[in-house]
């Protein structure tokens, strides 16, 4: 019975670290890809991603205005404040052509998503 405290000790010790290492890999995002948005206008046309991938994406705003990057088909909406970066993950649908845009403003910030 002496040692019993011991192994309970060690056995929480492990499952700590299990969830720790459980979170830790899950809030690690995936592929690292950015976007930049300046002048109302998107750094890119056509987005270029691999199906069923997860992507932690990089958002940019170089205006002085708020930005937003809604990519449906992925469940992806963010809004970026002014002269801000932000960052959000994502998993790529299936293959197809999609769109990504700017909520605030869709007529100049909508761009292709081509996922293969
Ligand atoms: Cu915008």
Same mark, same amino acid.
């Given at each position: 019975?002496?040692?019993?405290r011991?192994?309970?000790? /060690? #056995?929480?010790v492990l $499952?700590l670290?299990?969830?720790i /290492? /459980?979170v830790?890999?899950c ?6 890809i950015? /976007?930049q948005a300046? $002048?109302? +206008?998107?750094?890119?046309t056509n987005?270029?991603l691999?199906? +069923?991938? &997860?992507?932690t994406?990089?958002?940019?705003n &170089?205006?002085g205005? +708020?930005?937003?990057f809604?990519?449906?088909a992925?469940?992806?909406n +963010?809004?970026v404040?002014k ?8 998993t790529?649908p299936g293959p ?18 081509? #996922?293969?």
């Amino acid at each position: 019975m002496t040692h019993a405290r011991p192994v309970r000790g /060690l #056995v929480l010790v492990l $499952g700590l670290t299990a969830v720790i /290492l /459980l979170v830790s890999g899950c809030s690690r995002g995936g592929e690292k890809i950015a /976007l930049q948005a300046q $002048g109302l +206008k998107w750094n890119t046309t056509n987005l270029q991603l691999k199906a +069923k991938t &997860r992507y932690t994406l990089s958002v940019a705003n &170089r205006d002085g205005t +708020k930005h937003n990057f809604t990519f449906k088909a992925a469940k992806a909406n +963010k809004d970026v404040d002014k002269n801000q970066t932000t960052k959000l993950n994502f998993t790529a649908p299936g293959p197809g052509t999609y769109q990504f845009y700017c909520k605030y403003h869709p007529a100049q910030m909508t761009q292709t998503v081509t #996922v293969s």
